[in-house]
């Protein structure tokens, strides 16, 4: 069956596109395009990595680069200005701006103004609705520009832009847009309490709706082979432990590195770390001065088939997420969907939405976040136990396809750009079969 007809194009405002940390984000854009949603994309950055996953080049939406720095392209947005300050929406979302500009006094909220100014002035007037992925930067945008062309907006909120915003900006875009969703229960539990409230009532208006992200399952098939019996004793055939994440302080890298330096001698181990962030130089200095740079291998950002196939070949997979001092902290990391899909154990962190994922002791191992005793603890536990491994490994892989399908969640999202349903959606349930609705 073909894809149905969209009624309208809808601009879709991404911080970068493409990016290799933002499978999730491709992943929906070309779901929603099979469903037949005309999407433009309006990136606020340009690319900084050269590889790019398959999904990418699946994806049919024409991209169009906003001025990442509004010195960088001057007439473009004097252009821009010179047209866009005689609309009638001009002088209120002006002064929206300033009102926001006096709360929060930085270059990135000038920048922000001047970067709806130019997408106001260039999208196509068929396109009569816009969608921030993203609730900082991007929905900023994405609600300027609507003030200035009377349209209406909507947002997918993640992690970062939903824990290091303040309050006030939360409550008054929540009050703007149309209607907003999110990928974990904590995050909607919060963005509710803030949503516009009718007789008292949080979230009256349902405003905020959870969807999950879910993994394509048929991407993450399961692996061919049984797990390992790898324990830790064999110094030639050591456990495999992977981590995939950026290099940023929430990830808890540090606190992995030191977990894996306390772990016994006697155990034999070797790490791999796929992902970029600014902190891998600093944590490569931190292994070598904990003698255990030889035991692991930093791969940088990886295309997702080389991600797929590390999955497989590793015993554990262990990601120590904590909130970092700024409020920001993971939503439900993906790489853990990713991760169990395979049958691989997880040891992870109780931070944010994870809980909602693992269930300790049933489906993975949780630990406290920054515990780096209870993490090499864990870790220890895990080596050598590979029975345990595989028990936990296939819990987890079964809860992934039970409750985390994209299609499922996917059919969700539809609704809200008001797609007609598909012949396959009728019966479709989490786990993406039929007649598990």
């Known amino acids: 069956m073909g894809p149905y007809t969209a009624v309208k194009p809808v601009a879709f405002i991404l911080k970068g596109y493409p990016r290799l940390t933002e499978t999730f984000i491709a992943q929906e854009i070309e779901a929603l395009e099979q469903r037949g949603l005309d999407i433009r994309i309006i990136s606020l950055r340009h690319p900084t990595e050269r590889a790019v996953h398959p999904v990418h080049r699946r994806i049919n939406a024409s991209v169009n680069y906003l001025p990442e720095y509004l ?46 100014l130019v997408l106001a002035a260039e999208l196509s007037d068929e396109v009569r609705h816009l969608h921030a992925h993203f609730l900082h930067t991007p929905a900023s945008v994405a609600r300027y520009t609507a ?44 963005l509710a309490a803030l949503a516009p409230k ?112 590390a999955y497989r070949d590793a015993d554990i997979f262990v990601l120590a997420s904590r909130i970092a001092g ?34 300790h002791g049933e489906t993975g191992i949780l630990v406290e976040s920054r515990d780096r005793a209870e993490l090499s603890r864990a870790l220890a536990g895990l080596i050598a136990e590979p029975a345990r491994r595989r028990q936990l490994g296939q819990a987890g892989q079964e809860r992934v396809r039970s409750q985390f399908s994209h299609n499922f969640w996917i059919r969700r999202l539809a609704r809200k750009f008001a797609l007609p349903e598909m012949a396959a959606d009728a019966d479709t349930g989490p786990d993406g079969n039929v007649g598990k609705a």
Request: aromatic residues 6%.
């Open 326 to 359: 700024d409020g920001d902290r993971d939503g439900l990391p993906n790489v853990l969907m990713e991760a169990q899909s395979q049958g691989l154990t997880c040891i992870a962190t109780r931070v944010s939405a994870i809980p909602e994922l693992i269930t």
């Open 71 to 116: 010195y960088q392209e001057p007439l473009r947005l004097w252009r821009a200005w010179k047209l866009v300050r005689q609309w009638p929406g001009y002088r209120a979302a002006r002064r929206l701006w300033l009102r926001d500009l006096r709360r929060d006094r930085s270059p990135n909220r000038i920048r922000r103004f001047g970067q709806a």
């Open 147 to 190: 003030h200035l062309t009377a349209r209406r907006w909507s947002s997918s909120a993640h992690a970062k832009d939903i824990w290091t915003i303040p309050d006030w900006e939360k409550r008054e875009k929540l009050a703007d847009l149309d209607w907003l969703v999110t990928c974990s229960q904590a995050a909607h539990d919060h």
């Open 198 to 309: 009718n007789n008292g009532q949080n979230n009256a208006q349902g405003t905020v709706e959870l969807i999950y992200h879910g993994i394509d399952l048929a991407q993450f098939a399961p692996p061919a082979k049984a797990c390992a019996d790898r324990d830790g004793r064999n110094e030639t055939d050591p456990v495999r432990i992977l981590s995939v994440g950026r290099a940023v302080g929430k990830k808890g890298y540090d606190d992995l590195i030191a977990a894996l330096a306390a772990l016994p001698p006697s155990l034999h181990w070797r790490l791999v770390h796929i992902g970029g962030g600014n902190l891998s130089d600093k944590l490569q200095q931190q292994a070598k001065q904990a003698g255990i740079a030889d035991r692991i291998t930093w791969r940088g950002a990886q295309p997702l088939e080389a991600v797929l196939a």
